[in-house]
C-alpha cells in the first residue's frame, strides 16, 4: 500500500485530539497488509499498536498506519479482496481505529499515515 502526499499537505501533523479512521482487518483482528515494521500480532481493541517511524520518499510514504477517514465499507472490502498485496478471504472487516491525541500523521482527501493507531471495535 502506497500514500500520496498531496500538494500542500508534504508536512507531518500532530493529533490535536483523537482522530476516528477506519482500517480492513480480519475477524481475528490481524492486519490483512503486512509491512516489514508489522507483523500478524492482532490488533488488541484499546491498546496502540506499536508505534513505527513513518517512511516518506519524495511525495509518497510507504511504511506507517494507513487507515481510511470515512467508513467505505461497500467500496473498500472488494479494494482489498482484489489486491494483489491480499489473499482472497471472506473474513475481513471493516474496523473503527482513533489515531489517538499526539500522534505524528500525515493525511491526503481520502486517508491517513499515522506512526500508530488504536482499534476501538
Known sequence: MCFNIA???EEALYAK????????IREDNTPVYIWT???DTPYIINKLAKKVPIIKEH???YRG????KENYKNELIPYALESSDTILR????LARFIIPKGTRYYENKSEYVSETI???D
Open 17 to 24: 485530539e483523537d482522530i476516528e479512521c477506519w482500517k480492513i
Open 7 to 9: 500538494c500542500g499537505m
Open 65 to 68: 498506519y494507513h487507515s481510511s
Open 90 to 93: 471472506e473474513d475481513l472487516r
Open 59 to 61: 511525495n509518497f510514504i
Open 37 to 39: 515494521h508489522q507483523n
Open 118 to 120: 488504536k482499534l476501538i
